[in-house]
């Protein structure tokens, strides 16, 4: 079973273009106007907003101790 993870955004690169949430095919991220959020329950893991970002504002971090 794949890993699970969390994805993180660095607010200080991210200029809220909404790729990711695009991209994501869980809608795991939401990106309105003001800001970034993610939903950890939604998550499938696939890292698929950390490669589609085109500034590399997101990283993805073990998810551990999860049931
Ligand atoms: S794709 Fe990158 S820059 Fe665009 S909203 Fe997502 S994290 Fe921010
Ligand atoms: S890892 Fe996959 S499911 Fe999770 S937020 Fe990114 S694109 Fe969505």
Avoid: H
């Avoid at 607010?11 to 869980?26: F, M, N, Q, S, T």
């Avoid at 990106?31 to 939903?39: C, I, L, P, Y």
């Amino acid at each position: 079973m794949a890993e699970k993870i969390r994805v993180i955004v660095d607010e200080d690169k991210c200029y809220l273009c909404g790729g990711c949430a695009g991209v994501c095919p869980a809608l795991a991220i939401r990106v309105s106007a003001s800001k970034w959020e993610f939903f950890q329950d939604k998550c499938i893991s696939c890292r698929t907003c950390v490669n589609a970002c085109p500034v590399g504002a997101l990283s993805a971090e073990p998810l551990e101790g999860e049931p």
